[in-house]
C-alpha cells in the first residue's frame, strides 16, 4: 500500500445508537482524507458481543449515507484491506500476539481468575489501582513449555518497560508523557484465543494502512500502550487525534437520557440533515473566518486540524435552531413545502386549505419543523384568546378601537364575492385609506379575531385567504361579541 497515501478510518461499535459526538468523529475522519485526497474506510467494531444490538449496523449505515459520509471501503463494499467488520478478522491476531513473544514484548501468562481475583481484592483494599503484578514476566522457556504442555489456559500480555515514560503525540494536546509504571501489562490475546479490544484496534489499524486516528479523548489514556505496541511491532505510529467531549453544560456529557443526544434525536425533532452536519462541525471546530454555515464541500475545503480545540464543546440547541433556520431559508419554496407539509398536517385536518401557501408564509419563520404544528394551530379552531391580544402599543389599537375596527371590517369583508387575497387586500386597505387610518388599525384587530394568537405567519390578509369567507366573518363576530 501506497505508505503516503492519507487514510482515516471511522471505527464505531455498534450500539443501535448514533451519538452526536459519534457523528462528528466521523465527520472530521472523513475530512481529513477528503483534504488529503485520502480514503475513508469504515470498519466495524462488533466484538463487544454484549453491547450489540440487533439491526445497529444498519443506524450507522444509514447515518452516515444520510449526511453524506461516503465510505471508499467498508463491510458492504469491500476493499483491499478487508474483512471490515472486526469480528471477521478474529483469526489473524494469535500470530500477531506470539510476534511479539518471540521478540520479548509480550509473555504468556498462566495466572487463573482465582488468583487474578485475589490479587485484585488486595490491591483495592488497599487503596492501589489494580493491576496485573507480573507474575508470569519471568517464567523460564521451561516453565513455560511446561505449562503449555499441561495445556494450561493461558493469555498473551504486553511487556511494558518497568521504568522510565513513554510518550506519543496527539496532533491537539502535543506531547503526552507518562510513567511506564503506571502502565498495567494489559492482555492481548485471551484465553479463547481472541484479542482484546486494545489489541485488536492496533492491529487493525496497521493492516489498514490507517494514518491518522480520530477518536473521543476517553481513548488518550490507553494511548502510550498503543504507542509501545506500534513500537514493538516496529510499525509506523499514525497521527492521533483526540477530540474532546460534547458536554450538555460545564459538568455534564452530553447523554442519552437528554434526548437531543443522537442523530436519530435531531431528525425526529425536525432537524435538517445539512444543519446538523453543520452544527456537529463546529463542536469543537473553529473555521478561520467568521463564517459558519458550509456545506460538506466547503468544509471539505476549510477543514484543517489545527481549528481542533482541547476545550470541550458545549452543545448549544439555540445555535442549532438558528443554523437549522438558516437552511430552511435556503431552501426552495417546493422542498419547503415538501418538508413542512407532514407538520402542517398535524395541526391541520381541514381539507379546503391551500396548504402550499400556508407553507409559504412558513418558510421565513421556521428555525425547526416542530414548531410548525403549534404556528398553525388556529387554522381549524380558533383558540380561546384574552382581548389584551387587542391592544398593541405601537399600532396603537386598543378594545376599543379594536372593535370598532372590526365592526367597520364586516361588512367590507361580506360584500366580497371572489374571497382572493387580492381582493381581501384590496377591501381592506380601501377601508384604511377611507378612514384615514393606519393600516393597523384595521389590520391587527382583524389578524388577532381570526387567529386569536400573539403571532402568526402571515397577516390579517394572508390569514382571511386561508381560512375562507365564512370562517373569517364568522371570528370576526365572535371578536366583536368577545369585545362588546
Ligand atoms: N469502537 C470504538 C468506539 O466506538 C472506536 C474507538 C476508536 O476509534 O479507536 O468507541
Known amino acids: ?66 449526511v453524506g459520509l461516503n465510505w471508499d471501503e467498508g463491510p458492504d463494499i469491500g476493499g483491499p484491506v478487508g474483512p471490515y467488520i472486526q469480528s471477521e478478522r478474529m483469526g489473524m491476531f494469535k500470530q500477531y500476539a506470539e510476534e511479539l513473544v518471540k521478540k520479548g514484548e509480550a509473555y504468556y501468562c498462566f495466572c487463573d481468575k482465582d488468583r487474578l481475583a485475589e490479587l485484585r481484592d488486595i490491591q483495592q483494599a488497599s487503596g492501589i489501582t489494580p493491576m496485573y503484578d507480573r507474575h508470569c514476566r519471568d517464567l523460564s522457556p521451561e516453565e513455560i513449555q511446561k505449562n503449555l504442555d499441561a495445556g494450561i489456559p493461558y493469555v498473551i500480555r504486553q511487556k511494558i518497560p518497568t521504568e522510565g515514560t513513554t510518550t ?29 479490544y486494545n489489541f485488536a484496534n492496533v492491529v487493525d489499524d496497521h493492516l489498514m494502512g490507517i494514518t491518522h486516528v480520530v477518536r473521543g479523548n476517553e481513548y488518550l489514556a490507553s494511548a502510550p500502550k498503543y504507542e509501545l505496541l506500534y513500537k514493538a511491532f516496529g510499525w509506523e505510529v499514525p497521527k492521533y487525534i483526540h477530540v474532546e467531549h460534547i458536554m450538555k453544560d460545564k459538568q455534564h456529557k ?57 476545550a470541550p464543546a458545549i452543545f448549544d440547541p439555540m445555535k442549532l435552531k438558528a443554523i437549522n433556520g438558516k437552511y430552511i431559508k435556503a431552501l426552495s419554496p417546493e422542498k419547503f413545502a415538501e418538508y413542512a407539509i407532514p407538520y402542517i398536517k398535524q395541526s391541520v385536518k381541514r381539507e379546503d386549505v391551500d396548504l402550499d401557501r400556508i407553507a409559504s408564509l412558513l418558510q421565513a419563520r421556521t428555525e425547526v419543523f416542530t414548531d410548525i ?10 383558540p380561546q384568546y384574552e382581548n389584551s391580544l387587542y391592544c398593541h402599543k405601537k399600532m396603537k389599537t386598543d378594545e376599543t378601537t379594536s372593535l370598532e375596527a372590526l365592526k367597520q371590517a364586516l361588512p367590507v369583508l361580506e360584500s366580497i364575492d371572489d374571497w382572493t387575497e387580492e381582493n381581501i387586500h384590496n377591501a381592506l386597505f380601501s377601508l384604511v385609506e377611507a378612514l384615514g387610518v393606519k393600516n393597523g388599525y384595521i389590520l391587527w384587530p382583524v389578524r388577532v379575531a381570526v387567529s386569536g394568537k400573539a403571532f402568526t405567519p402571515g397577516g390579517a390578509v394572508e390569514l382571511c385567504a386561508i381560512i375562507g369567507k365564512e370562517d373569517s366573518l364568522d371570528r370576526i363576530r365572535k371578536g366583536i361579541a368577545q369585545l362588546s
Not at 169 to 187: A, C, F, K
Not at 377 to 382: A, H, K, Q, S, V
Open 373 to 382: 404544528p403549534e404556528q398553525v394551530d388556529f387554522i381549524d379552531t380558533l
Open 254 to 310: 452530553l447523554s442519552k437520557r437528554d434526548g437531543d443526544a443522537s442523530y436519530q434525536d435531531l431528525m425526529q425533532k425536525g432537524y435538517l440533515k445539512e444543519a446538523v452536519l453543520n452544527y456537529i462541525a463546529l463542536l469543537g471546530w473553529a473555521p478561520k473566518g467568521e463564517e459558519e454555515i458550509f456545506s460538506l464541500e466547503e468544509l471539505i475545503q476549510e477543514f484543517d486540524i489545527s481549528g481542533l480545540s482541547k
Open 168 to 196: 506519543f503525540h496527539d496532533e491537539i494536546y502535543g506531547d503526552i508523557t507518562v510513567e511506564n509504571s503506571t502502565l498495567d501489562d494489559q492482555i492481548l490475546l485471551k484465553t479463547d484465543g481472541m484479542p482484546t
Open 1 to 66: 500500500m501506497d505508505s503516503k497515501k492519507v487514510r482515516t478510518r471511522f471505527a464505531p461499535s455498534p450500539t443501535g445508537y448514533m451519538h452526536i459526538g459519534n457523528l462528528r468523529t466521523a465527520l472530521f475522519t472523513y475530512l481529513i482524507a477528503k483534504k488529503n485526497g485520502g480514503d475513508f474506510i469504515l470498519r466495524i467494531e462488533d466484538t463487544d458481543q454484549e453491547r450489540y444490538v440487533e439491526g445497529a449496523v444498519d443506524v450507522i449505515y444509514n447515518t452516515l449515507r444520510d
